[in-house]
């Protein structure tokens, strides 16, 4: 299958993998799984979020592949060039996440995963499977957040309460296409998604991914995020994990991630961004990468020299 039209140029092309392969998750689903860097590095798994794809972590896959990391990156059930699934649920997340951990990682082998919106909520719903247990050293969530997201999303600039949440419900599970990428839809992209400051070429890689997705998986996967309750699994999530958010964020404002925070039985830290809305690893791709390179080099044991591996 050919790659989807995405970002086609600069820092958030699509970086060409070193191998792609195929994960079937609990219930027979595909999950299309790219690999990229060093053959023995320390690992990193990425897991994207709604409406999005492997696309979407480009710049963190070519720095982090270029420092020596090995780094997966799958496609969400329904996204980028995983097929859709009639099984939409957190659960399914978790049945995913844990297919990808065990098709890509040796016995024993722990990796740093990194999700951002729906694909930390996947961490979330996995985090007392066993390959989780098993695989993940450290995690990092972006953007995220475990329940109540609709009522607590600031797309509508209206009060709080449930005349915003009904809206926003409406707003969020629409059926419309995106259609073309316009001046007008980057417009629109950008005040939901993105931070005020956030530069042209940031807001056209997100919609060129964002426009991609099929618009009855952004319908289906709308429905599952209105009724998400993974307020019991927080706990479950005992590795080490660093949140980070930003406060513009109008999907998944900074109430979740300090929610979260507090919540989290190892949490390592809370940022939060000044200016920057929920497209994190897009909008400051440098500041996400070198999170992720802490965790790893925190948790994770050294790269081991090719010689040594021959």
């Known amino acids: 299958m050919s790659r989807l039209p995405t970002a086609a140029a600069g820092a958030y092309a699509p970086p060409v993998p070193v191998r792609e392969l195929t994960a079937v998750s609990a219930d027979g689903a595909r999950l299309h799984v790219e690999l990229h860097g060093t053959e023995g590095g320390p690992a990193v798994v990425l897991a994207h979020g709604w409406t999005c794809s492997t696309a979407f972590w480009a710049a963190q896959i070519r720095a982090l592949a270029a420092a020596g990391h090995r780094v997966v990156a799958y496609d969400q059930r329904g996204h980028g060039r995983s097929p859709a699934s009639p099984a939409c649920t957190a659960d399914a997340l978790a049945d995913d996440l844990e297919a990808v951990l065990q098709a890509t990682l040796a016995p ?15 961490v979330l719903a996995a985090g007392a499977r066993p390959a989780v247990r098993e695989h993940v050293a450290a995690v990092l969530l972006c953007s995220t957040g475990a329940s109540g997201l609709v009522a607590a999303a600031t797309v509508l600039p209206l009060p709080a309460g449930p005349v915003r949440t009904w809206l926003t419900r409406r707003v969020l599970g629409s059926r419309a296409p995106l259609g073309p990428v316009t001046p007008a839809a980057l417009r629109v992209l950008k005040y939901a998604t993105m931070g005020p400051g956030s530069a042209p070429h940031m807001v056209e890689a997100c919609a060129r991914i964002v426009h991609a997705c099929p618009r009855g998986v952004r319908h289906a996967w709308s429905k599952v995020l209105d009724l998400l309750d ?10 080490p994990v660093e949140v980070v958010v930003g406060t513009a964020d109008r999907l998944t404002p900074p109430v979740h991630a300090r929610a979260l925070a ?4 190892e949490c390592r830290g809370l940022s939060e961004l000044p200016g920057i809305g929920h497209m ?11 999170k992720i390179r802490t965790l790893a080099d925190t948790y994770l044991p050294a790269a081991v020299p090719a010689e040594e591996r021959a």
């Open 262 to 265: 507090a919540a989290l039985p």
């Open 230 to 239: 993974l307020e019991h699994g927080i706990g479950e999530l005992t590795v």
């Open 280 to 290: 994190t690893p897009i909008e400051v791709p440098d500041l996400v990468t070198a």
């Open 108 to 122: 024993g082998e722990r990796a740093v995963v990194a999700g951002h919106s729906m694909g930390g909520m996947t």
